[in-house]
């Protein structure tokens, strides 16, 4: 067991140590004159050359990754062109609003997906529709899903807000995590609470169809399966009824494939972050990472870039290592 | 949402490919998306256990003729699309921009006075054409360095395969952005940053395949009989791994297409004045309340295309299912 | 099975609901009078008054900051500010300004001529951009606490026109630049923080979601009628139409897409006004084929402006008349755009490459894409091969170091600094001007600039309209269009005014909503 996560976690190392490659390339071959940006288009050739060797761009290449992984490893991913702030402080600043955003669309695609799943098992005109209808807005571009789901629920019902993460007349609890929902439970505020989960409701959703849709697909093929093993068959001989079987022994032998999948569709998740948090005003990373793309922000682009590659890689890692522990066939893999 | 790279995941997902053994996932192939290796592999196997019903696949062999009447349908008008398109992808019409649809402009004009029905048109060719050449290149990259890993073996199989993994344990589509936004919006950066991200999979595919064949009796004979190692693998081991590239292929259509859209929506697809339908929808986005043909009558063709892509595709998987199931 | 997952979505649904409910009651409670809601498409840089030199985000400082002087409503005149009078030495060179008694800071210190004086210091130390206009500066005294002199090196003509730009030196609390100097004259606290004299204060600067302006309630001049004003970062222009439509917004200030002025409901109301921003074609003469000026002359005649700003900005600009923005400069030179097909089509057949490159810089709006796309077939009908490149701004200050690889032709938006032709044609047509991105250099245009900058009046405006006639006739810059703020409210709002050298932006003081 320890030796399987051991060599998880080697694994894991070189992906990251990859990753960091890949994003350092890309600032390596960016056409642009970082120390240029930095100094501003007006100043002389000396400063700019200074500003070069004080960013080390005057180095050969190794040098420079050395030093790259060097900062990054302590943190330091250079200044934003725009914002002027260390891009470590910024994604600090944006993380939590993304986090709380993928955490949510996350749990609800889970929800979605086995609700689904179960509606496809049980077989029935219904479900057949339901998965016609989610498999067209599937097929929709997310862009047009989210402008359409703003004009229904908040132009029409006037249900649900469009924009940002809560309402603007609130006062925010100072909380510990920095995302609103457990915050304002740790304060006892219902009332952000409340705002909260509404500013929520509709990105995430946007955010989890697609998810939900491929979590309920793995998981309505394994649960067929199942449900043709030896074990139902002797559950359902001994006269237990179907639904019970379904939930028992049906969900829990079938989640490991839909966990993967699961865990597969959080990078989807993640680089849909940048389209659903522009149209929803979701102050994040995928807002500050589209603003620093219309910026040419350079450390910007790529110090998020490291970020949201390396919360997948972890995310995954532990995926697989749960996977590991609940399932005993998969360590001799 | 849209960086859909996944959309159409969903439904290629689940099929559940044969050979219990062999990576072949197209279910999480479909995904274009990355995961750590091991997992996949379970996934895989565990999702190979089922057998489709025999109603089922009767049924579906008649449905995927039925499936492949769109995607022949669409085929042609993406070839024949200067034929058919009543006015050029950039030819300003006399009626002026915005018009309403009409017999004159069927799906009418757009802000510049383009007349939209013909931009689909051609949309639809370079959509498709555009997906089609990603998925080919990824593919074909993806062949190589699977049939090369597969049939050489030994360090070679895990140096190229470790690489493989590593490349699949990477979220490609924020890579894909990263460098598009890097290197500048071009349909060129595009396809070629896409293409990047895309072929672990087929890698993965295609060296689980020739790993297996190559362990089967033809292959042991044909060995047995002289026949040199490259050759081995063009003639009897590459030619087992079609079907199931195929597969993956047909379901990643939608995805790429989606894909394409939603990068156009940050500014970072095909450039103005391209008749790329995700662009044509995402910049006509702003007339959405005044005049909604715009932006409505490109992200339709989206649909119809990754529509017609993904139900294909989920056809065809479950075809090649019954047949090595028999 | 199925029936209990029903059940469980259905009461997500309701609990959802019944939250949005009271979330949107919070909501409806606060929209009173109180609270006024702006969007911005995107985060301003930051609010540093010597640092900013942007367009979104005019009003977070305009609005929090004053300087010395100012433009008044709908017009080029200057008029005072922090400075109650001003006068001009004969040999003008030096500039005397009495101040506003009784002025406070945010933090609620007095604001005498020392205080401006240490702001002039801050802009030259911090020396970024905006710094140039107190380049001029010989000395500063302060006689009294209420007189502030300036002493300049030679006649700066613009430098009234400099203190009452919006990007022009700000008073900021000399205190707080002080107490939170850092190692950067305050540069990083003034980040997310501001002290200013204005009739709103800065209290909440959260990057990515909203910045609130608080009235402040000590201010010298008439009070804003808005207790708060909410700054909202909504990128997405359907979202923000959306919300205005609803209520949620009162105001939108930029990039409304001008074709859908007309589906507006009723509850909306839209404001065109003149601005000083102007639609440009740069070109690229340090290449072929616009190196060659017969041909540039055919690239003159291949283009319609009139029609081609009609048709991209559906009434919401107008073709340009001179080189300079109509305002600034009385009696320009005429532009000779004439559209004439034969000529164009003759002219480029002289052209030793027909493959062109034409480059528009990225803007919410997409206007500029759909000025590119008109051009690009009126171009291609003309016998040019035409590419169109999508650009971020920030990447185009690089052409000039890269002539040869950049663009052909560069499609950009501009606005002079201050209502004066000196901040227009210095920084467009001198040879080393910021927003020269080709490089296009004359030395007659140089030397004529350096001469009117601290000429008299009549030979100054002479010698600027010579050297618009010269630009006009290199064709190496084509004025196509003067383009108009549009801001569209809710018809409830009244008060607005429109400072033409202010894009985008406007006073939030007076602003009220009818009834109150």
Redo the contacts between chains.
């Keep these: 067991m320890l030796n399987l996560i051991g060599k998880r976690l080697v694994a894991l190392v070189a992906v990251l140590l990859g990753l960091t490659v890949i994003v350092f390339a890309l600032q390596a071959v960016i056409p642009?004159?970082p120390a240029?940006?930095m100094v501003?288009?007006?100043a002389s050739p000396a400063a700019v050359a200074a500003k070069a060797h004080e960013l080390g761009y005057d180095k050969p290449l190794p040098t420079r990754f050395l030093d790259y992984l060097g900062r990054t490893a302590s943190g330091n991913l250079q200044s934003s062109?725009?914002?002027?702030?260390p891009v470590a402080d910024?994604l600090r600043?944006?993380a939590p609003?993304t986090l709380e955003l993928a955490l949510s669309a996350s749990v609800l695609a889970g929800?979605m997906g086995v609700?689904l799943a179960?509606?496809l098992a049980?077989g029935?005109r219904?479900?057949r529709l339901l998965r016609l209808m989610l498999v067209a807005g599937a097929s929709v571009p997310g862009f047009l899903v989210a402008?359409l789901a703003?004009?229904v629920f908040?132009?029409w019902l006037?249900?649900?807000?469009?924009?940002?993460?809560v309402?603007?007349?609130?006062v925010l609890p100072d909380g510990p995590t920095g995302l609103l929902l457990v915050d304002s439970l740790v304060a006892g505020d219902p009332?952000v609470?409340?705002?909260a989960?509404?500013?929520l409701?509709l990105p995430a959703f946007t955010l989890a169809l697609v998810p939900a849709l491929a979590i309920a697909r793995t998981l309505a093929t394994t649960l067929e399966q199942v449900m043709r093993e030896d074990y139902v068959r002797t559950a359902r001989a001994k006269g237990l009824r179907e639904?019970v079987i379904?939930?028992r022994h049906g969900l829990r032998n079938s989640a490991g494939p839909a966990l993967t999948m699961g865990g597969l569709q959080f990078g989807l998740l993640l680089a849909g972050i940048v389209v659903v948090e522009?149209?929803?005003?979701w102050?994040?990373l995928g807002?500050?990472l589209?603003?620093s793309?219309?910026?040419?922000?350079f450390p910007a682009i790529t110090g998020t870039t490291l970020l949201l590659g390396t919360a997948y890689v972890v995310v995954n890692f532990l995926v697989d290592v749960a996977q590991a522990l609940a399932d005993p066939r998969i360590r001799t893999v | 949402m849209a960086l859909a790279i996944d959309r159409a995941t969903g439904d290629g997902a689940p099929a559940a490919p044969a050979a219990p053994a062999a990576p072949t996932a197209p279910a999480a192939a479909a995904t274009g998306g990355g995961a750590p290796a091991g997992a996949l592999v379970v996934l895989a196997a565990r999702l190979g256990r089922g057998r489709p019903s025999r109603n089922r696949v009767e049924s579906d062999a008649g449905a995927v003729r039925a499936a492949l009447v769109p995607v022949a349908i669409l085929t042609a008008i993406a070839v024949l699309a200067p034929l058919l398109a009543p006015h050029g992808s950039?030819d300003?019409t006399t009626a002026g921009?915005?018009a309403k649809p009409s017999l004159h402009a069927l799906l009418g004009t757009d802000?510049?006075?383009r007349d939209v029905f013909s931009r689909v048109l051609y949309g639809i060719r370079t959509s498709w054409l555009s997906a089609l050449g990603v998925i080919a290149l990824g593919a074909a990259i993806g062949a190589l360095v699977g049939s090369v890993a597969g049939a050489a073996g030994g360090w070679v199989d895990t140096v190229l395969m470790r690489l493989t993994d590593l490349f699949l344990s990477l979220p490609a589509p924020v890579l894909a952005i990263a460098v598009v936004a890097s290197l500048?919006?071009?349909l060129m950066h595009t396809l070629v940053a896409l293409s990047i991200v895309w072929w672990p999979w087929y890698a993965r595919i295609v060296r689980g395949e020739v790993r297996a064949l190559a362990a089967r009796p033809h292959a042991e004979a044909a060995r047995l009989a002289g026949v040199s190692r490259t050759r081995l693998v063009l003639r009897h081991l590459l030619p087992g791994a079609v079907a199931p590239v195929v597969v993956t292929m047909s379901l990643d259509v939608g995805n790429l297409i989606l894909t394409l859209a939603a990068l156009s929506f940050i500014?970072l697809g095909a450039?103005?004045?391209a008749a790329e339908l995700g662009a044509m929808s995402a910049?006509g986005?702003?007339?959405?309340?005044?005049?909604p043909w715009v932006p409505l009558a490109p992200a339709f063709a989206v649909a119809l295309l990754a529509l017609a892509a993904n139900v294909t595709g989920d056809l065809i998987n479950r075809r090649i299912d019954e047949r090595t199931n028999r | 099975?199925?029936r209990r997952?029903r059940w469980?979505?259905a009461g997500?649904v309701a609990?959802?609901?019944?939250?949005?409910?009271?979330?949107?009651t919070?909501?409806k409670?606060?929209?009173t009078n109180d609270?006024l809601?702006i969007p911005y498409l995107?985060?301003m840089?930051?609010p540093d008054p010597d640092?900013f030199y942007d367009i979104e985000g005019n009003s977070v400082i305009l609005n929090q900051y004053e300087g010395l002087l100012k433009y008044a409503p709908d017009s080029t005149k200057i008029v005072g500010s922090l400075a109650k009078s001003w006068t001009i030495s004969a040999d003008r060179k030096t500039y005397r300004f009495e101040l506003q008694p009784n002025v406070m800071f945010h933090d609620s210190t007095p604001m005498t001529s020392q205080s401006v004086k240490a702001s002039f210091l801050r802009r030259l130390h911090v020396n970024?951009?905006p710094a140039y206009m107190l380049m001029p500066i010989k000395s500063m005294s302060t006689p009294s606490k209420l007189t502030f002199i300036v002493h300049l090196k030679h006649p700066v003509n613009p430098f009234l026109a400099y203190m009452a730009s919006s990007w022009g030196p700000k008073v900021i609390g000399p205190d707080a630049i002080k107490t939170h100097a850092g190692k950067d004259f305050g540069?990083t606290w003034l980040?997310t923080h501001g002290d200013g004299t204005g009739p709103y204060k800065l209290t909440e600067f959260?990057?990515?979601?909203?910045y609130a302006l608080t009235r402040n309630a000590d201010y010298w001049g008439t009070k804003a009628n808005f207790e708060k004003v909410?700054i909202?970062?909504?990128?997405?222009?359907?979202?923000q139409?959306?919300?205005l439509?609803?209520g949620?917004l009162d105001a939108i200030m930029k990039s409304f897409?001008a074709?859908?002025l007309?589906?507006l409901p009723s509850n909306l109301r839209v404001i065109k006004r003149d601005s000083n921003l102007r639609l440009l074609l740069y070109v690229n003469t340090n290449k072929a084929p616009f190196n060659n000026p017969a041909v540039r002359a055919g690239l003159r005649s291949a283009i319609d402006t009139k029609q081609l700003v009609s048709?991209?900005y559906a009434g919401t600009a107008t073709k340009s008349v001179g080189a300079y923005p109509e305002a600034i400069l009385p009696n320009q030179p005429q532009l000779p755009y004439y559209p004439n097909a034969t000529r164009a089509a003759a002219a480029v057949k002289k052209a030793s490459t027909k493959k062109i490159t034409l480059a528009y810089t990225?803007d919410e709006?997409?206007v500029q894409?759909?000025v590119?796309?008109?051009l690009?077939?009126s171009l291609?009908t003309a016998g040019f091969d035409v590419t169109?490149?999508?650009?971020?701004?920030?990447?185009t200050?690089?052409y000039v170091?890269h002539l040869k690889t950049a663009p052909d032709l560069m499609l950009q938006t501009n606005t002079p600094d201050a209502a004066d032709p000196d901040t227009w044609a210095r920084i467009v047509f001198y040879s080393t001007g910021?927003l020269n991105f080709f490089g296009f250099s004359d030395k007659r245009v140089d030397t004529e600039l350096d001469k009117a900058i601290d000429a008299p009046e009549a030979a100054a405006t002479k010698l600027y309209q010579q050297v618009g006639q010269q630009v006009i006739d290199s064709n190496s810059i084509f004025f196509l269009g003067d383009v108009k703020d549009v801001f569209v409210i809710n018809s409830d709002l009244k008060g607005v005014q429109n400072i033409p050298e202010y894009p985008w932006t406007v006073p939030y003081a007076p602003l009220k909503r009818a009834g109150t």
């Design positions: 642009s004159d240029r940006a501003g288009a007006s062109l725009r914002t002027r702030n910024d600043t944006f609003a929800v609700g179960l509606a049980a029935g219904l479900a402008l703003i004009l908040y132009s006037h249900v649900l807000p469009a924009s940002g993460r309402s603007d007349s609130l009332g609470f409340g705002s989960l509404a500013h409701v639904r379904l939930l522009q149209i929803f005003s102050p994040g807002l500050y589209n603003q793309i219309a910026f040419s922000d | 950039l300003v921009p915005f802000e510049i006075g500048g919006p071009s500014g450039p103005a004045p910049r986005l702003d007339y959405l309340f005044g005049h | 099975m199925t997952v469980i979505s997500l609990v959802a609901m019944a939250f949005a409910g009271c979330g949107t919070n909501k409670a606060a929209a609270v809601r995107a985060d840089s930051v640092v970024s951009a540069q980040h959260s990057r990515g979601r909203e909410l909202k970062i909504t990128p997405d222009i359907g979202t139409r959306l919300e439509q609803n949620d897409p074709s859908e007309a589906s048709e991209a990225a709006s997409g894409r759909r590119g796309e008109l690009q077939a291609t169109l490149r999508e650009v971020q701004l920030p990447d200050y690089g170091k910021g």
